[in-house]
Nanobody
C-alpha cells in the first residue's frame, strides 16, 4: 500500500517561496505509469490541482499557477517536491500530495499539510 506524507514549513511570509516535500513509502515514484500530484484546498473553497510529475520525470502544471510553480523529484530518497514562488495570503491552504495512474487521477493521498502565508 502506497503511503504519502507531506512535510515543510507551516508558515511562509508573503513574497517568499513555499516549499513542501512528499515522502513516499510502499512504492517507487519511478513505477511505470505512476503520476505524483500536488493539490491544495483553501478554507471554504474547492480542491485545486496544482501540478504533477510523472514516473519518467515529465511535469504537468495547472496553467493558472504554472508561472509560479515547480515540481521536482529525488528518486534516491523516493520523494517529490513542490515550490510555489511569490506567495500571497491567498495561497494559504491545506496542501496535499497524491498518487494516481494518470495525471488527473488521485488514488492515494497524504494527510495534508496546512500552510499559512502571513507576515
Amino acid at each position: 500500500q502506497v503511503q504519502l506524507q507531506e512535510s515543510g514549513p507551516g508558515l511562509v511570509k508573503p513574497s517568499q517561496t513555499l516549499s513542501l516535500t512528499c515522502s513516499v513509502s510502499g512504492g517507487s515514484i519511478t513505477t511505470n505509469y505512476s503520476y505524483w500530484s500536488w493539490l491544495r484546498q483553501a478554507s471554504g473553497k474547492g480542491l485545486e490541482w496544482m501540478g504533477a510529475i510523472a514516473y519518467d520525470g515529465a511535469t504537468y502544471y495547472n496553467p493558472s499557477l504554472k508561472s509560479r510553480t515547480s515540481i521536482s523529484r529525488d528518486t534516491i530518497k523516493n520523494q517529490f517536491s513542490l515550490q510555489l514562488n511569490s506567495v500571497t495570503p491567498e495561497d494559504t491552504a491545506v496542501y496535499y500530495c497524491s498518487r494516481g495512474s494518470w495525471v488527473y487521477e488521485f488514488e492515494h493521498w497524504g494527510q495534508g499539510a496546512q500552510v499559512t502565508v502571513s507576515s
